[in-house]
């Protein structure tokens, strides 16, 4: 609190903050934020609340640039506090920023964002975006399936179960023609049927059990067991079924 403070008298005093001081101010929320929240800290709302208003207050004439660091920060954070900022403000302050540049982490972080709030219009846009990106962009070609995993996730937690089940057949037969490597089919199909057992924890098992038949599907991890299994207290039979195998 000692920065907010320290912005508080310069504003208190009529001296306007310069690019430096808004940027320190309000990345130090925001890692605040961020680190309440690791500590499981209830002022980390109280501290992300505070980041985005203060933000919004000095962005809202859209004259100040603020670093690619804050604005990472800004998307992890608002991760771990969803709902208190929209998707599209978040998108149109990052795409008229001359310093950010749209990597792997943004479109993990936004398509995170849109499966938390519900929004599959977002997704589905997120990643018709992605598909153009990738095709001319090697760093975003190296991450593909990582987000490819999030746009089923996404998906599947949205409401567009067939869509998803589409994209994965369609992304199966890619992985397998391009380069196989197990653990890019074992991002993208654990990944689904996690998000598949939030939804549905009988359709994933069933699922699950026609996957692991499959000789070139690569064992499941032990992690992955483990959320399956939260997923499915609710039905005591099946949560049997999966602590059994494991």
């Known amino acids: 609190?000692?920065?907010?403070?320290?912005?508080?008298?310069l504003i208190g005093n009529l001296i306007k903050p310069t690019e430096a001081i808004y940027n320190m101010v309000i990345g130090s929320l925001l890692k605040g934020s961020i680190k309440a929240y690791e500590q499981q800290n209830s002022n980390g709302s109280d501290f992300y609340k505070i980041a985005v208003d203060l933000f919004q207050a000095s962005n809202a004439k859209k004259n100040h640039q603020f670093s690619k660091e804050l604005l990472d920060y800004s998307l992890l954070a608002?991760?771990?506090?969803?709902?208190?900022i929209r998707f599209s403000y978040v998108k149109n302050?990052?795409?008229?920023?001359?310093?950010?540049?749209k990597d792997a982490f943004y479109y993990v972080a936004m398509?995170?964002?849109?499966?938390?709030?519900?929004?599959?219009?977002?997704?589905?846009?997120?990643?018709q975006e992605f598909r153009s990106m990738c095709s001319v962009r090697k760093d975003l070609q190296e991450s593909q399936y990582e987000i490819y995993s999030m746009v089923l996730a996404g998906m599947v937690e949205t409401g567009d179960l067939p869509l998803a089940i589409k994209l994965l057949d369609k992304l199966m037969i890619d992985v397998r023609d391009k380069n196989g490597l197990a653990k890019n089919v074992s991002l993208m199909l654990s990944n689904f049927l996690i998000s598949l057992s939030k939804v549905d924890c009988h359709k994933a098992h069933k699922l699950w059990f026609e996957f692991s038949r499959l000789k070139w599907v690569p064992e499941f991890s032990y992690e992955f067991y483990l959320v399956l299994l939260a997923n499915s207290f609710k039905d005591w039979s099946l949560t049997k079924k999966i602590y059994d195998y494991i």
């Open 78 to 84: 608002m991760n771990l506090y969803p709902g208190y």
């Open 93 to 101: 302050v990052l795409e008229s920023s001359s310093l950010y540049t």
């Open 111 to 127: 398509l995170s964002y849109a499966k938390l709030t519900n929004d599959n219009k977002s997704i589905k846009e997120l990643y």
């Open 1 to 9: 609190f000692q920065l907010l403070s320290c912005y508080q008298d």
